[in-house]
């Protein structure tokens, strides 16, 4: 499992007018090819009377899925400079369809280029990217009387408190990075003068909006 990896918030899109022609950028998370493909077939049977519906996907830890479809526009215009985005950007599990309207002006090929890469880019900044990171559980059982410095120093700390468990002793469940885990064996030991018990809990992605 990545560490850390970019990919959007969610559903979304967006809509621009590039020479009287509507180029309308869908974007959705997916997990699978086959979800992208889904996807695709849902805007181009919402989009059936639209002159193009191009796509781009990108899935999975290595993005060894890559797609990318010109859906009629000259080869190499659409789809290509579509799935360049999500590359530079460094986005994973993403599926993203631009719908193009066609309004009378012909934009050339690299006018192409520039307004299916465009509408990405402004799709995904209205979307929202989050960083996913991935975080492992561990919990701390202390005495009651350790709770109010374990609670004070993870508070101010760069730790992520998750949740306080209030049984025969207190357990702390906290959020650490998977390569931090070892140093904060240590700082929970130092900070509790050995007087705690420490075990690992489970491994999640915890995801934070990115600011554009």
Not at 73 to 79: D, I, M, N
Not at 91 to 109: C, P
Request: aromatic share 10%.
């Amino acid at each position: 499992m990545l560490s850390h990896y970019y990919t959007v918030k969610g559903y979304g899109e967006h809509e621009l007018i590039i020479e009287k022609s509507r180029f309308i950028c869908y974007i959705e998370r997916v997990l699978t090819e086959e979800d992208a493909q889904h996807f695709i077939q849902q805007i181009k049977k919402k989009h059936y009377n639209a002159n193009h519906n191009c796509s781009a996907y990108i899935i999975g830890e290595n993005d060894h899925i890559q797609k990318a479809n010109d859906d009629g526009e000259p080869s190499g215009t659409a789809g290509v400079p579509m799935l360049e985005v999500l590359k530079k950007k460094k986005i994973k599990n993403t599926v993203v369809v631009v719908t193009r309207y066609f309004g009378g002006i012909k934009l050339g090929t690299g006018g192409l280029i520039r307004a299916y890469g465009k509408s990405v880019s402004e799709g995904l900044n209205a979307v929202g990217i989050v960083e996913r990171k991935l975080m492992r559980v561990i919990h701390t059982k202390i005495d009651y009387t350790w709770l109010g410095k374990v609670e004070n120093e993870l508070r101010s700390s760069t730790y992520l408190l998750k949740e306080i468990h209030y049984l025969n002793d207190v357990e702390v469940e906290t959020y650490v990075e998977e390569e931090k885990k070892n140093d904060f064996f240590e700082w929970m030991t130092e900070l509790t003068n050995g007087k705690s018990e420490i075990f690992e809990g489970d491994v999640i992605y915890l995801e934070e909006e990115l600011k554009i």
